[in-house]
Every structure is written in structure tokens, then in C-alpha cells.
Nanobody
Framework: QVHLVESGGAMVQPGESLRLSCAAS????????MGWYRQGPGNQRELVAS???????TYSDSVKGRFTISRDNAKNTVYLQMSSLKPEDTAVYYC????????????????WGQGTQVTVSS
């Protein structure tokens, strides 16, 4: 009933920029924490960045200064602006959100997007 739909993944060259988007839809009362994770070949899934409903953010050390996470609460959408991309940024990027569903009380549930491929290569 709650779905996260991602877009923006692509193949780019090192140094270029890319913006990922993820919109939550369905029976939603409130979207709390939202974040982006990634999983590269042979790697564990790792947190890239997160953003609370009030706007506070966290970043992985590997992307600090290069990536910016933001959100549009009215659209239940989270964005990841990626700049100065490096080959090591190549991964499947997953959107994640804690959602309070309509009629389900105050307890949030965690949802994942389908993942979108980002490839950084020359």
C-alpha cells in the first residue's frame, strides 16, 4: 500500500553530477526519516545520507561535501544531489523511508524503493 518510486539513475563520467529522486505514495499519514543507501558490487549496503522531517541531515564520510540530500514534505519526496562523482560511487542506490500509515496508529513502518543503478565510468 506504500510504495517508494525512484528515478534519476544513469551512467555518467567521473566528475559529473546526477540527481536522484524518490517519491513515497499510498496510504500515508506521515513520512518521518528518509534516506538513501547504496550497494556496490561485492559490498554491503551502506547508508549514504538521511534527512529527518524537520530537515536535519546526516552523511556518510565518503560523500560529505559532494552529495546533498533534501526533501519536499508536501510531495513526500526525497532527493539526492550527487556532484563530483567518482567510480567508487558506482552502486545500486536505494530509497528508504519510515512511514506512519493511515489507520495504523502512531507506529511507523520502514519501506524500501526498488533501487536505481548509478554507474560512474569513463
Amino acid at each position: 500500500q506504500v510504495h517508494l518510486v525512484e528515478s534519476g539513475g544513469a551512467m555518467v563520467q567521473p566528475g559529473e553530477s546526477l540527481r536522484l529522486s524518490c517519491a513515497a505514495s499510498g496510504s500515508i499519514f506521515r513520512v518521518n526519516l528518509m534516506g538513501w543507501y547504496r550497494q556496490g558490487p561485492g559490498n554491503q549496503r551502506e547508508l549514504v545520507a538521511s534527512i529527518a522531517s524537520g530537515g536535519s541531515t546526516t552523511y556518510s564520510d565518503s560523500v560529505k561535501g559532494r552529495f546533498t540530500i533534501s526533501r519536499d514534505n508536501a510531495k513526500n519526496t526525497v532527493y539526492l544531489q550527487m556532484s563530483s562523482l567518482k567510480p567508487e560511487d558506482t552502486a545500486v542506490y536505494y530509497c528508504n523511508a519510515d512511514v506512519v500509515r493511515l489507520g495504523m496508529g502512531l507506529k511507523s513502518q520502514n519501506f524500501w524503493g526498488q533501487g536505481t543503478q548509478v554507474t560512474v565510468s569513463s
